[in-house]
């Protein structure tokens, strides 16, 4: 039945219903949910990511600058003010070597663990809300964005479906190592761009290769067809665009992971050189047909990224206070090999019983637990002898290996079999890295073992389709963590925090905090953190070539005045003071470069350290809840 009401001449014979949405806007807001439709499930992954690292680190958000995490205070109280430090690049206040610690003499930014990516991307958050927010902000993000990232490499470049990607991811991005390195280590714990590193890694080869077979489950691509770059698809040749453009992104990649930790970075390309040659040895075809191209596009790829990081490489190693070799023992710093069977403290299933067989609660790298590593053997026998596979067990055990240090330590007790990574003792870079976190590397590999396990299994129709998820499952219950613990920590003095200081020291200037900050007790580097790194400080926890010959140490030596000052603040008592001491201080605060000293109420043994104060510098000024002294 018709209708025979009349019809507008300009009405289009289509609408039935006028829009009041332009067609623009209507047609953005389509794509929109279009886009929302076909990555549904990522964003449902990465919403429960999110929340799960957030339930991780919900102790430090009642109140970010007031809380701390309780198992390395020390750490969180450094990276907070390298996070404040970083943010002055946004104010246009930024150098490689800064002068707002160790006064006169600075601290080479390179040559520590100063994140600086990170801490330039979240300046805007830094300079509004403070560093300790961006702390507690960046130390969910990191596991979140991890786990995430993995779950996009896993269902893009290995196709895997998502509830095998998520379960793997979740493994990468919630391991017992990585959680563990949470307590304060934001350069271990900031993984989300080695997803991407190998991605590019992968997509090079795949361009190299003639046939672009490199990684495709099956073997085979999907168009079902090689790579052309001399002509398209089938024409049997190297795919030369991609190439080129792949080893831009690959020198773009690293060198902004340089800058976000450089020790991930090390691990990475170490792990990636074991799994490449295991891969080459398993398909020697393929060694034949990829590896001129690839090789080419790796050199063409270090030759960029060396005309980025050659500058701040050598200012890391020949700059001013910057430093060569590691400062850390590998003989202290090694994995137990009982750790691996052993649960994690920090897991649901953990005992606090476990954290002697490591050095600190930010090490349990290796407490994978013997369900998940009898779990995942089982999968790798499962899967066969599939290049990748192979590639994944060959990096799993040589970084498993190398993570035990120069002599295997068993249940705590020193063996005299020596271990792999003896072979790289002394190895320039090699030194720089702690052996117990070579097992990181292996987190990621057992999860891709996982991931082509329950990939596998889904896509079957016999008992492994429940009984392999099933498994996995259950061997990751025992590693789900725990929520890191916290603790309170002192109000910052209203000196600082009300913005007092700068009655008594000029932006830029040096503010003697008393006592001065060590890397024991760095805790009045808090001071500068609260004001953004306005002004600098004497001493303080970072690392610097004041060792034996210039080797690599924690912190400086100590003045005179600084040495008596924490004697008083460590002992209490009045010690005598005569023209000889004042004499020495007057030159430690010339050197220093002092323009006040300060001493905050409620500072253990204040009076005795005012006492000592007033006899080296002369009667104190009162401002807000501090003390101080003007030279």
């Known amino acids: ?6 019809t507008a001449p300009d009405a289009a014979p289509d609408q039935a219903v006028r829009s009041d949405v332009p067609p623009r806007a209507a047609g953005r807001w389509a794509r929109l949910r279009a886009a929302v439709a076909r990555h549904r499930a990522d964003l449902l992954v990465g919403l429960l990511f999110a929340a799960l690292a957030g339930w991780l680190t919900h102790g430090l958000w009642p109140d970010p600058s007031g809380r701390v995490l309780a198992l390395n205070p020390e750490d969180q109280t450094l990276y907070e003010w390298f996070l404040a430090v970083d943010s002055r690049a946004l104010l246009g206040d930024f150098g490689l070597l800064t002068d707002r610690l160790n006064a006169p003499d600075g601290v080479n930014l390179m040559a520590n663990t100063t994140v600086i990516a990170l801490g330039v991307a979240f300046a805007p958050v830094t300079l509004l809300f403070g560093a300790p927010v961006t702390f507690a902000l960046l130390a969910g993000l990191n596991l979140a964005g991890t786990a995430l990232a993995w779950h996009l490499l896993f269902t893009r470049l290995l196709g895997a479906r998502p509830l095998a990607a998520a379960l793997g991811a979740g493994l990468c991005g919630f391991g017992p190592g990585i959680v563990s390195q949470t307590n304060s280590h934001l350069h271990m714990t900031a993984q989300w761009l080695v997803p991407v590193i190998v991605w590019l890694v992968v997509r090079l080869l795949r361009a190299a290769d003639p046939l672009g077979r490199v990684g495709r489950p099956g073997g085979t691509p ?9 002509g398209g698809p089938g024409r ?15 020198a773009a990649v690293v060198s902004v992971q340089v800058f976000v930790g450089e020790e991930v970075l090390f691990l990475t390309a170490l792990t990636l050189l074991v799994m490449a040659v295991a891969y080459a040895l398993a398909d020697r075809a393929l060694l034949r047909r990829a590896l001129p191209g690839f090789a080419g596009g790796m050199l063409v790829a270090a030759g960029l990224a060396l005309l980025v990081l050659g500058y701040p490489l050598w200012f890391q190693f020949a700059g001013p206070q910057g430093v060569a070799d590691g400062m850390f023992s590998p003989d202290y710093f090694s994995a137990d090999l009982a750790s691996w069977w052993t649960l994690s403290p920090l897991s649901a299933a953990g005992s606090d019983e476990a954290a ?3 050095t600190g609660p930010a090490e349990y790298n290796t407490f994978l637990g013997w369900p998940l590593l009898v779990v995942t053997l089982g999968c790798a026998v499962w899967l066969g002898r599939r290049p990748l596979v192979l590639a994944c067990a060959a990096g799993a055990l040589v970084m498993g290996a190398l993570s035990l240090g120069p002599d295997v330590v068993v249940g705590g007790d020193r063996t005299s079999i020596p271990g792999p990574y003896a072979l790289l003792a002394g190895l320039p870079v090699v030194d720089g890295a702690l052996p117990m976190r070579f097992a990181l590397a292996v987190l990621p590999l057992a999860g891709t073992l996982l991931v082509l396990a329950v990939d596998r299994a889904l896509r079957g129709t016999g008992r492994a ?12 219950l025992p590693v ?14 209203e000196f600082i925090a009300a913005g007092h200081w700068r009655e008594c020291v000029r932006p830029g200037g040096v503010l003697v905090p008393v006592p001065l900050p060590t890397p024991k007790e760095p805790w009045p580097m808090r001071w500068a ?23 690599a140490a924690m912190g400086t030596w100590k003045r005179p005045t600084s040495y008596l000052l924490s004697e008083v603040a460590k002992r209490g008592g009045r010690p005598a003071i005569g023209d000889r001491e004042r ?43 501090a003390w101080i002294w003007r030279v």
């Open 529 to 551: 953190t609260a004001a953004d790194a306005a002004f600098a400080m004497p001493e303080g926890f970072f690392i610097a070539p004041y060792g034996k010959g210039g080797t």
């Open 480 to 493: 789900l963590p725990a929520p890191l613990p916290t603790a309170e920590r002192p109000a910052l003095p």
């Open 1 to 6: 039945m018709s209708s025979a009401a009349p």
């Open 356 to 358: 002697r067989l490591t």
């Open 583 to 625: 004499r020495q201080a007057a030159r430690d605060a010339d050197r220093w470069g002092a323009s006040c000293f300060a001493v905050a109420d409620g500072t253990r043994h204040a009076d005795d350290l005012r006492a000592t104060l007033d006899q080296l510098y002369g009667p104190a000024t009162r401002i807000a809840d």
């Open 236 to 250: 049997g040749g190297p795919d030369r665009r991609r190439m080129l453009t792949s080893a831009v992104g690959l």
């Open 465 to 476: 389709r429940r009984l392999v998820p099933a498994a996995i499952g259950l061997a990751l």
């Open 222 to 230: 999907p168009d079902g067809g090689g790579h052309g770059g001399d």
